[in-house]
């Protein structure tokens, strides 16, 4: 029996908000090298994996698991789905979980603690910078962001402005209170790098933060929408409901570009870039919180799809 077969097998999980930029970091990682033979694990809120698409890796070593967050049915589908890839005579040389961006990434990290050849390497959590401040002080967020901070090993900062150091000061201090133990890094100075060693060991004791499970006040749907948009109509409807609004993404067709493209709305942004791959089907998926603005947002949708 091979070494590989006997040793336990690294599990990678990276969290953090909606559009936090878990995707995109888990798409470095791979670019960076990681062994060819890794599983890589996705997860959307949405019905939709859009995620899956957007992630440069081989397919056959891709789960995708949508319909929901996984964190919230545990003892289904992911344990289930990872006891059989262990099980497997090729088995994987390491694992790596992106979360749903409203997942708690401390209830994936489990299962490294109850499996026997699954070994928690890191849980790294991602954060928007530049939406911070939103996301600790508005209620509906806070609870979520804050417990994906305080799940992390490592918290990776990004979209911080870079000529406020202020912020960036205010921002590693909450960081820090929340999470005392953690390695904090801002992604954006990549060239020095700077890496915040965690604090000392006798740190005051972390708070205890509990996402509520399953659904917790959070929708997702998923828009056909056939037709080549207006782009700059639809931008405003989405940016026009961002206080229900936390995430949308999607492929579209626009009326004033062609090949398909790929629409990202996060933070206050949107973001249209070419989609790569074979022409597919053209849906946006809009997360946020469930109610009457969802809804009228979903009714204003509607009419774009041209179906
Ligand atoms: N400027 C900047 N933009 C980023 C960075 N990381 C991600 N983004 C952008 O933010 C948007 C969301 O990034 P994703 O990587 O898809 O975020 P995510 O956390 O995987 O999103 P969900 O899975 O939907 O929660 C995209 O438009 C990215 O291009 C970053 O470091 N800097």
Known sequence: MSPNKLSKVPL????????????????????????????????DFGDINIDAELIDYRDEQMLQLSNGCICCTLGGTLAEQLAKAMRLHDRP???FIET??????????????V??????????CLVDGSQARRHHVDPFTAETWRAQLHAASRILVNRLASDDSAEEAWLIALLRRLNPAARIENMDRQASFATLAPAPAQAAPKPLYHIPVSGGGWTSVSVPICTPVDAERLQRLLLDYRDALLRAKGFLYR???SPRQLLQFS?????????????????LVCIGRSGERFDALVADLQPLGGV
């Open 12 to 43: 990678t999980v990276i969290g953090g908000f909606l559009g936090a930029g878990k995707t995109t970091f888990l798409n470095a990682l791979i670019r960076g090298g990681i062994s060819d033979n890794s599983l890589i694990v996705i997860n």
């Open 93 to 95: 040389d390491a694992v």
């Open 100 to 113: 749903s961006g409203v997942a708690d990434p401390a209830r994936i990290a489990d299962i490294a603690k």
């Open 115 to 124: 499996s026997r050849r699954l070994d928690l390497a890191e849980v790294v």
């Open 255 to 257: 009326q004033d570009r």
């Open 267 to 283: 933070g206050d942004r949107v973001t249209w870039q070419p989609a790569v791959g074979s022409p597919g089907r053209c849906q």
